[in-house]
């Protein structure tokens, strides 16, 4: 039976800024937020300055009642949820809801996911679609169930990935398109109307979901022994955060710490004909030329990678150029 805007009771759960946009969209259409869920606070930085998340910020600055429950199995969290006597509850990038939770609103629970679901279930949808060097991408929403990203889908929408994007431009597209699902996902519940499929139904057959696990410091390490498209790939899926990260070292002597601890912001794809210097056809992985204030880098398939943004250790993010012009390396230098 359809509902009223504002008869329609919505409880919100997200964290970072990616949820702020749909909770604001949400609002701006009329919706009726009751309360909104997020993170405690917590200390960060080099200050230990307690740092709010921007789903708290924005339900703060708009009168919206807050929750910060540090365990969402808590008797008198769940309490408190149920005295809001919502009708539906929105997670976006938020933690894993236990069943006492997601099960508790008539109308259900649902998710907006940064990916094409099936493909890419878990914590950084964005990330590996990027490093993985996929074309396209999208936004999906679905109804909660036990295993986490399993739950039917209910709307998707899709996007294109350039050769060139990295994963915040990706990241910055999808928030605002998933805005939109989300307010359409709404509509339709309220409405009464969805019809979902069941994401089987969206595997090809011997296709199986693709994992996004979480990312990690090992996972951002370089491997030059993989060809220079995957190392360009994993640099664009992990900038600007995390970064894809490399050690530079002194070829003389293999045995000495490295020279410097370097986060790879930006790369290009160069052919060996428009590499100024000599080269050879020896293929080394990881050796670095540097040539009239360029640092190139060899790959696993004796190609080579542009590097021309980087921060070193402790340093803020610097073009290449300004990085080597303040800098004195061996003649023999290699990446690790």
Request: hydrophobic share 40%; aromatic share 8%; proline share 7%.
């Amino acid at each position: 039976m359809p509902m009223n805007k504002n008869d329609l009771r919505i409880i919100f759960f997200g964290t970072p800024e990616f949820a702020v946009e749909s909770l604001d969209a949400i609002i701006k259409a009329g919706y009726n937020v009751v309360a909104a869920v997020t993170m405690p606070d917590k200390p960060a930085g080099r200050g230990h300055k307690i740092y709010h998340s921007p789903v708290k910020e924005y339900a703060v600055t708009h009168g919206i009642p807050l929750l910060q429950p540090v365990r969402l199995k808590d008797a008198d969290f769940i309490e408190e949820l149920r005295s809001f006597r919502a009708d539906l509850f929105i997670v976006i990038a938020f933690r894993m809801l236990p069943e006492a939770v997601w099960k508790m609103p008539p109308l259900g629970t649902f998710n907006l996911h940064a990916s094409l679901l099936p493909r890419y279930r878990g914590a950084a949808p964005i990330n590996w679609a990027v490093i993985n060097g996929d074309n396209e991408t999208g936004v999906t929403t679905f109804f909660l169930k036990h295993e986490i990203d399993t739950g039917d889908v209910i709307a998707q929408e899709r996007i294109a990935i350039s050769p060139e994007d990295n994963v915040g431009d990706v990241h910055d597209r999808l928030m605002h398109l998933g805005a939109r699902l989300t307010v359409e996902t709404i509509d339709g519940i309220a409405a009464g109307n969805l019809k979902t499929i069941p994401q089987n139904n969206l595997l090809t057959a011997g296709e199986i979901p693709t994992p996004a696990p979480k990312i990690f410091k090992e996972t951002c390490h370089i491997d030059w022994t993989k060809n220079v498209e995957d190392v360009h790939n994993l640099v664009r899926g992990l900038s600007p955060y995390p970064c894809a990260w490399a050690e530079l070292f002194d070829c003389d002597t293999p045995d000495s710490a490295p020279l410097s601890t370097l986060k790879i912001q930006k790369t290009a794809i160069i052919e060996a004909c428009n590499l100024p210097g000599t080269v050879t056809d020896t293929v080394v992985a990881g050796k670095a030329l540097i040539n009239a204030g360029r640092l190139f880098v060899m790959c696993g398939d004796g190609r080579y990678l542009e590097i021309l943004r980087l921060q070193p250790s402790g340093k803020r993010p610097m073009d290449t150029a300004d990085f080597l012009r303040g800098a004195r390396f061996p003649d023999r230098i290699r990446m690790a």
